[in-house]
């Protein structure tokens, strides 16, 4: 069966700093990935989302960038956190067919 | 433009009750339809779907949707609510845009509370 891991679980950063969030997902081949930010507990914002290694699509013009170094692993970075880059954060994947898309756990990140 | 509109922020239901949660969709072409749920600090969790055939769909946790073409309507059901069912429910839609058929257009949640 398939596994959607993050890491970490909760993140308080400082503004200004680097940020690097982790998504694997085991028991699947060429997923796609996706990227979403939540706010305040409700609405999704999908941040990014690829198709393949190395194919990032971008969503919405920010501060964050994304990159799929392998097949089952995308990352979320910063160079430099804001105070606005604070919420939940999701990873999901799902394939090509089937459009559903299943989610990880989230991270909370906390930019004071 | 397409969208997905969840008329309700919040739906309260006593426990036992049947509930609905109503979601509205609108999108050019055939649409496939989703139902998530969302426990506190947790990630989204996938309920049913809607591709094709039998309008009403059935999911996990005993929920159940109807499909509606004519009201272009997606609404989430279940006939006995728990208070375990209480939780955050989100409808999506997959974008029909040229391109785009790996995205969902998501409403933006009801809140449902099942009352003891």
């Known amino acids: 069966s398939q596994t959607i891991h993050q890491w970490p679980a909760t993140l308080v950063q400082p503004v200004g700093s680097p940020l690097s969030l982790e998504c694997t997902v085991e028991g699947t081949s060429n997923p796609n990935l996706y990227w979403y930010r939540q706010a305040a507990g409700r609405g999704l914002q999908l941040l990014f989302y690829?198709?393949?290694?190395?194919?990032i699509s971008s969503e919405v013009p920010q501060n964050l960038s994304a990159s799929r170094p392998q097949d089952r692993q995308f990352i979320l970075s910063s160079k430099k956190l804001l105070l606005s880059d604070s919420g939940f954060y999701l990873c999901a994947w799902s394939v090509t067919d089937h459009y559903e898309q299943y989610f990880g756990p989230g991270t909370r990140l906390t930019v004071t | 433009a397409q969208s997905v509109a969840q008329p309700e922020d919040q739906v309260n239901v006593a426990e036992g009750n049947p509930l609905t949660v109503k979601c509205t969709y609108s999108v050019s072409g055939n649409p496939y339809l989703f139902w998530y749920v969302q426990y506190p600090n947790r990630g989204l969790q996938f309920l049913l779907k809607?591709?094709?055939?039998d309008n009403l769909v059935k999911g996990s946790y005993g929920f159940e949707a109807e499909f509606n073409k004519s009201q272009t309507s997606f609404h989430l059901k279940k006939p006995s609510a728990l208070v375990s069912d209480s939780a955050l429910y989100f409808c999506?839609?997959?974008?029909?845009?040229?391109?785009?058929?790996?995205?969902?257009?998501w409403g933006l949640g009801t809140s449902l509370a099942v009352n003891p």
């Open positions: 809607y591709i094709t055939g």
């Open positions: 690829s198709v393949g290694i190395g194919q």
């Open positions: 999506a839609v997959r974008d029909t845009h040229a391109g785009n058929n790996r995205k969902l257009i």
